[in-house]
């Protein structure tokens, strides 16, 4: 009986160590982040910290609320014709530049917007020579005069999407 007594104070003992240990550590847990938060707090205030935060969201949803149809759409014109002028049509031709270089190591490369405005990047490798050309491209059109190669890469860049107005 005697031992049985004894077992059941070292058990409750453990038990009792082990929920001390359990809150200890529960305790530093809860302890870090209360100085997180007191970090962004001034002055170590954590309620002015939390009006601070509550009164930023609340401004925040009120500015939502407030915006009206026309600001939106306004909003989404300006993105959408931002994304008009971006390169968004590509059009490659590789190609022999001239016959005694074979691999079709030169190449012609539209790039357009929506509005068929960009360029034409041509390269041309021979044996001893590499030289690069810029076509500057305006409405899918260009006043220079080009290579079969640059015109069906631009036709293929033009082909790509439709125009958007």
Known sequence: MLLDNTMLLFI?????????????????????????L???SEEGDIITALKDYYDKVDDLSKT??????????????????ETNI???????????AFDDVKGN???ALAMLDNNNDGI???SLFGHNSCNTY???IT?????????????EALNKAKNKLKKVD
């Open 12 to 36: 409750a003992i453990a038990i009792i160590i082990v929920l001390i240990i359990i809150c200890f550590i529960l305790n530093m847990v809860n302890t870090s982040k209360i100085n997180t």
């Open 86 to 96: 971006s390169i968004k049509k590509i059009g490659v031709v590789n190609f022999d």
């Open 105 to 107: 190591l030169s190449f």
């Open 38 to 40: 007191l970090d962004y």
């Open 120 to 122: 034409i990047l041509t």
């Open 139 to 151: 409405n899918g059109e260009t006043s220079i005069k080009l290579l079969n190669e640059e015109k």
């Open 64 to 81: 939502i609320s407030n915006s009206t149809d026309t600001v939106l759409l306004s909003r989404l014109t300006n993105c959408e014709n």
């Open 134 to 136: 810029v076509r500057e």
